[in-house]
């Protein structure tokens, strides 16, 4: 696999995770989740812009910020999309699949030799990581404003 095949495996990770948040619509009833996952949705056409737009010939001059990972998903279990009873379980599955994609790329970037490959790979584990970022806060908000 090469840069660009990586790129158009990462616009196919942001088309799904796209229709996840528009099809996660029918299973919540509260105004603002609706919204929410609206702007999910929204953010993942401009994420799959941004790597359409991406000039690869910058790869190893490109800074990607760094992100604090909260690791709240990785403490909680996995559901299926058929499981999704409220904007709470959107956010389970949601952050799990930012972690799975998120580990994909670190593990990419660890099994190849070219440094071009490692440097985008971190770029879009970066990208994964701030998804995941986003979605972990919302839920830790959503939880402990409940108690």
């Excluded at 099809?23 to 105004?31: F, G, Q, S």
């Excluded at 999910?40 to 799959?48: G, I, P, R, S, Y």
Aim: net charge negative.
């Amino acid at each position: 696999m090469n840069v660009k095949e990586l790129i158009e495996k990462a616009v196919m990770h942001e088309d799904k995770s796209q229709k996840f948040y528009l099809d996660a619509l029918k299973h919540v009833t509260d105004p603002a989740a609706k919204v929410w996952l609206k702007e999910l949705a929204a953010e993942e056409v401009k994420h799959k812009e941004m790597l359409l737009n991406f000039d690869t010939s910058k790869v190893m001059s490109f800074k990607p910020g760094e992100t604090q990972d909260l690791h709240i998903s990785e403490f909680l279990v996995d559901k299926d999309v058929s499981e999704i009873k409220d904007f709470q379980d959107v956010l389970i599955i949601a952050m799990k699949k930012e972690q799975k994609s998120y580990n994909f790329y670190v593990s990419m970037s660890q099994s190849t030799d070219s440094m071009e490959m490692k440097k985008m790979c971190r770029i879009l584990a970066q990208e994964e990581l701030k998804h995941k970022h986003k979605l972990e806060v919302a839920y830790d908000d959503m939880v402990f404003s409940e108690n």
